[in-house]
């Protein structure tokens, strides 16, 4: 039997579709709200290279991955494991796969596919879509409103609200945290939003961004602070990118608060250890240069040498030990992260004491609010995904108490 309790959800990312599941299978009419022309435009973008939904990761090493906010994950992700999550894609006929590195991705389907079957069945269901509807806030009692794409504004009375509008990295898919003011305005405690898994920013030499723009620097151990990442870098004309620079990138971002510029350091010989790299540069060399050198003895070559040259000085590349040290430990610069529009994600937004276990407002009863307009950060890897998931469905189990109605039942059934 179809509920007539009319709930509205905004934002159609995966937080937000995952709430409208929720609330659908328990019963409720939904309407789904979003800025764009059509639904899931960020979940797209994060299947560009390969969609990597989740991790296969033990339960607390991932909660771990969410950093000051793990004991709070750790419940999310009991809620909605990410076991929940592959479960329940299997049961929209999508089968996923672990890879080698322990990243869980779709065995056959793309994220098309996988978003045009999740559409589809909520549209089965009677979730109604509404397009090009960008959320302004609330009336004075307290209705949703909305600006639609004629210019006309849409008061949408509904028993709960909740909210899943993204942060405020990639504002082209709609995250583009313009409803900070709008609660910001009840009062809601938001910290500013910050770039996350983000390049980095060097001054480079106009030779070596010119020259070596786009050339990847392979199988590095990158360290700042007391972190480490290990993997392949690309060097770009602003900087670095690449895995293990993500990874890094909150340590960075939160160090060039305190100091500028940050250092950041560079094994380029990971597999040599210094002492048996001290030996083989202490040969003479004759008249051999230094390139050929390095080639022949530890196979240095391409873009990592002309970064030695790039950072050493003459003097430093004269000398085998000091010249071992830099290998080992090549010391870059960093003036600045990319900006937060180009960021893969973003950290900052509503506080999490600003909700309650069901991630509830607590200034503003029947509002929830689910995904990245939370305060949390997380690598790549299927984290961010897993994260927007968890709240999503998190945050719906919440609205559904609070209406009195029962909570649905787990793993969750596409087709109920």
Same mark, same amino acid.
């Given at each position: 039997?179809?509920?007539?309790?009319?709930?509205?959800?905004?934002?159609?990312?995966?937080?937000? @579709?995952?709430?409208?599941?929720?609330?659908?299978?328990?019963?409720?009419?939904?309407?789904i709200?979003?800025?764009?022309?059509?639904?899931?435009?960020?979940?797209?973008?994060?299947?560009?290279?390969?969609? /990597?939904?989740?991790?296969?990761?033990?339960?607390?090493?991932?909660?771990?991955?969410?950093?000051?906010?793990?004991?709070i $994950?750790s419940?999310?992700?009991?809620?909605?494991?990410?076991?929940?999550?592959?479960?329940?894609?299997?049961g929209?006929?999508?089968?996923?796969?672990?890879?080698?590195?322990?990243?869980?991705?779709? %065995?056959?389907?793309?994220?098309?596919?996988i978003?045009?079957?999740?559409?589809?069945?909520?549209?089965?269901r009677?979730?109604? $879509?509404?397009?090009?509807?960008?959320?302004?806030?609330?009336?004075?009692?307290?209705?949703?409103l909305?600006?639609?794409?004629?210019g006309?504004?849409?008061?949408?009375?509904a %028993?709960?609200l909740?909210?899943?509008?993204?942060?405020? =990295?990639?504002?082209?898919?709609?995250?583009?945290?313009?409803?900070? #003011?709008?609660?910001?305005?009840?009062?809601?405690?938001?910290?500013p939003?910050?770039?996350?898994?983000?390049?980095?920013?060097v001054?480079?030499?106009?030779?070596?961004?010119?020259?070596f723009?786009? %050339?990847?620097? %392979? /199988?590095?151990?990158?360290?700042?602070?007391?972190?480490?990442?290990?993997?392949?870098?690309?060097?770009?004309?602003?900087?670095?990118?690449?895995?293990?620079?993500?990874?890094? =990138?909150?340590?960075?971002r939160?160090?060039?608060?305190?100091?500028?510029?940050?250092?950041?350091?560079?094994?380029?010989?990971?597999?040599?250890?210094?002492?048996?790299?001290?030996?083989?540069?202490?040969?003479?060399?004759?008249?051999?240069?230094?390139?050929?050198?390095l080639?022949?003895?530890?196979?240095?070559?391409?873009?990592?040498? #002309? @970064?030695?040259?790039?950072?050493?000085?003459?003097?430093?590349?004269?000398?085998?030990?000091? @010249?071992?040290?830099?290998?080992?430990?090549?010391?870059?610069?960093?003036?600045?992260?990319?900006? @937060?529009?180009?960021?893969?994600?973003?950290?900052?937004?509503?506080?999490?004491?600003?909700?309650?276990a069901?991630?509830?407002?607590?200034?503003?009863?029947?509002? $929830?609010?689910?995904?990245?307009?939370l305060?949390?950060?997380?690598?790549?890897?299927?984290?961010?995904?897993?994260?927007?998931?968890s709240?999503?469905?998190?945050?719906?189990?919440?609205?559904?108490?609070?209406?009195?109605?029962?909570?649905?039942?787990?793993?969750? =059934?596409?087709?109920?």
């Amino acid at each position: 039997m179809k509920d007539e309790t009319r709930v509205v959800v905004v934002g159609c990312g995966p937080a937000g @579709l995952m709430a409208a599941t929720v609330l659908s299978q328990a019963g409720l009419s939904v309407d789904i709200f979003d800025t764009k022309a059509s639904a899931g435009c960020k979940f797209l973008v994060a299947g560009r290279g390969g969609l /990597n939904l989740t991790h296969a990761e033990h339960a607390e090493p991932f909660a771990a991955r969410y950093g000051n906010n793990a004991e709070i $994950f750790s419940k999310l992700l009991a809620d909605f494991s990410p076991d929940d999550l592959r479960a329940w894609l299997r049961g929209l006929g999508v089968e996923t796969f672990i890879g080698t590195s322990g990243r869980v991705f779709p %065995k056959d389907a793309t994220a098309h596919n996988i978003l045009k079957i999740w559409l589809e069945t909520l549209a089965k269901r009677g979730v109604a $879509f509404h397009y090009r509807h960008r959320w302004q806030g609330f009336t004075q009692t307290g209705a949703p409103l909305f600006l639609t794409e004629t210019g006309e504004t849409l008061e949408f009375p509904a %028993k709960a609200l909740l909210l899943a509008l993204g942060g405020a =990295s990639w504002p082209q898919t709609g995250s583009d945290g313009s409803w900070t #003011s709008f609660l910001a305005a009840k009062g809601v405690l938001l910290e500013p939003f910050r770039p996350a898994n983000c390049g980095v920013e060097v001054a480079w030499s106009e030779h070596f961004r010119t020259r070596f723009s786009g %050339k990847p620097l %392979k /199988n590095l151990l990158l360290c700042c602070g007391d972190r480490q990442a290990i993997g392949d870098v690309v060097i770009t004309a602003h900087g670095l990118e690449g895995g293990p620079v993500y990874a890094l =990138s909150a340590v960075i971002r939160d160090l060039l608060e305190q100091t500028r510029p940050a250092p950041l350091l560079l094994d380029l010989k990971r597999d040599i250890t210094l002492e048996r790299l001290q030996e083989k540069l202490e040969h003479p060399r004759g008249k051999e240069s230094l390139a050929n050198f390095l080639r022949k003895a530890i196979h240095l070559t391409g873009p990592a040498y #002309s @970064l030695l040259h790039e950072i050493c000085t003459p003097e430093d590349l004269k000398n085998p030990t000091i @010249l071992a040290g830099r290998i080992k430990n090549l010391p870059v610069s960093i003036i600045n992260t990319r900006p @937060l529009a180009e960021a893969i994600s973003s950290a900052g937004g509503v506080t999490f004491p600003e909700v309650d276990a069901n991630l509830m407002l607590h200034k503003m009863p029947g509002v $929830f609010v689910a995904g990245e307009m939370l305060d949390w950060e997380a690598p790549t890897g299927g984290y961010l995904l897993q994260g927007a998931f968890s709240t999503g469905y998190q945050a719906a189990q919440g609205l559904l108490k609070w209406l009195g109605h029962t909570p649905s039942p787990q793993p969750l =059934s596409p087709d109920s």
